[in-house]
C-alpha cells in the first residue's frame, strides 16, 4: 500500500513563503516520479511542479515559475515544494502525487492521470 502524507500548509501574508513535505511510504522512492498539484474552490486540480525519479528534471506551471521550487530526498522518502513570493491567487488545497508506473529516466509527468497515488492535500491560504 503505497501512502503520501503532505504537511507544511498553512496561513501566509502575500509575498510569504512555505515549504510543503510530502513523505512517501510502500514504494521505492528514489524510482518514482513526483508531481506537486492545487485545487482552489470551484476548479479542477491543475500541475504546478514535477520532478523526474532520478532528480535530473523538474518542471514548472508557468504561474510556479521563479517563485517555487521542487525538489527530493531520496534518503528521507521525501518530496518538496519551497514557495517563495506566495500571492492570494495560489490560495488552494495542495496535493502531491506519485507515479508507480514505469517512468523515462528523465521525464517529468504533468498530467493527473500520469500519476498512481495522491495525498490528502494541505491547504495553502494566502492573504492580501
Known amino acids: 500500500q503505497v501512502q503520501l502524507v503532505e504537511s507544511g500548509g498553512g496561513l501566509v501574508q502575500a509575498g510569504g513563503s512555505l515549504r510543503l513535505s510530502c513523505l512517501v511510504s510502500?514504494?521505492?522512492?528514489?524510482?518514482?516520479?513526483m508531481g506537486w498539484f492545487r485545487q482552489a474552490p470551484g476548479k479542477e486540480r491543475e500541475f504546478v511542479a514535477g520532478i523526474s525519479w532520478n532528480g535530473a528534471n523538474t518542471y514548472y506551471t508557468d504561474s510556479a515559475k521563479g517563485r517555487f521550487t521542487i525538489s527530493r530526498d531520496n534518503a528521507k522518502n521525501t518530496v518538496y515544494l519551497q514557495m517563495n513570493s506566495l500571492k492570494p491567487e495560489d490560495t488552494a488545497v495542495y496535493y502531491c502525487a506519485v507515479r508507480t508506473r514505469r517512468s523515462r529516466d528523465n521525464d517529468v509527468y504533468t498530467a493527473k492521470n500520469d500519476y498512481d497515488y495522491w495525498g490528502q492535500g494541505t491547504q495553502v491560504t494566502v492573504s492580501s
Open positions: 510502500g514504494r521505492t522512492f528514489s524510482s518514482s516520479a
